[in-house]
């Protein structure tokens, strides 16, 4: 079976757990992409489900599928956010970002009651760190902004290569936020939870692809079928 079977599967089976009149938002990613196709066709046979999306890029594939849309100004929570991940270790603590949406996609996943994370079987690790990770920045004083990430990054005892995303036209990336991202090349964080504090407090940084404490479980579709994966810590921890 390919990957892209492998995150259907994922999809599907993460699917199984809305329910009709539920809140949901949308990842972003192309197993995100699955869920929301997927989503389409049951509101087309009659669910009736309202989602938000993390991205203009799952905004365009949702209206295209027919998910009704909202926005966390017009509703107050969600019950679900169904999204994938660059890498899941046990604590089911994720890099994300790898499509660039961290930052919508980790607003929305905070402001669910669950957050599932699909993916291929691929993505799990045992520590985070080989995935590299996504800081999203302002352009704004740059130089000064990456010094600070330096010096965190050495406080928490990780180091490696930063540079700024480019897309595959070499310009440089940016969010559907108006910034821009340094993907950072750790190898292993031994101390996720630690570092993610570092960089939120660093002026300049918006946002970064670490989710701690966010994911309720992963559902991750591999050869030998499907295993999903429930926190065992409360959301938030
Ligand atoms: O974080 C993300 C986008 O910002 C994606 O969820 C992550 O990159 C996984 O993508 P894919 O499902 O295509 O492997």
Known sequence: MDMDQL????????????????QLGLGTGSTAKHFVELLGARVAAGLNVIGVPTSE????????????????????????????????????????????????????????????VIADD??????????????????????????????AFAQCGVSGQMAVRRAKDGHVFVTDGGHWILDA???????????????????????????????SSAVLAGGEGIRVIERRKPKGD
């Open 57 to 116: 890029a799952t905004r365009a594939d949702a209206e295209r599928c027919g998910v009704p849309l909202t926005t966390l100004d017009e509703i107050d929570h969600l019950d679900i956010t169904v999204d994938g991940a660059d890498e899941i270790d046990p604590d089911l603590n994720l890099i994300k970002g790898g499509g660039g949406a961290l930052l919508r996609e980790k607003i929305v996943a905070a402001a669910s009651d669950r957050m599932i």
């Open 122 to 151: 691929t993505k799990w690790v045992p520590t985070l760190g080989r995935f590299p990770l996504p800081i999203e920045v302002i352009p704004f004083g740059l130089g000064a902004t990456r010094r600070a990430i330096e010096k």
């Open 7 to 22: 995150k259907r599967q994922a999809a599907a089976r993460a699917l199984e757990e809305v329910r009709d009149g539920m």
């Open 185 to 215: 090349q750790l190898g292993r964080i031994a101390d996720p939870a630690g570092l993610a504090k570092a960089l939120s407090v660093i002026p300049g940084v918006v946002e970064h692809g670490l989710f701690i404490g966010l994911a």
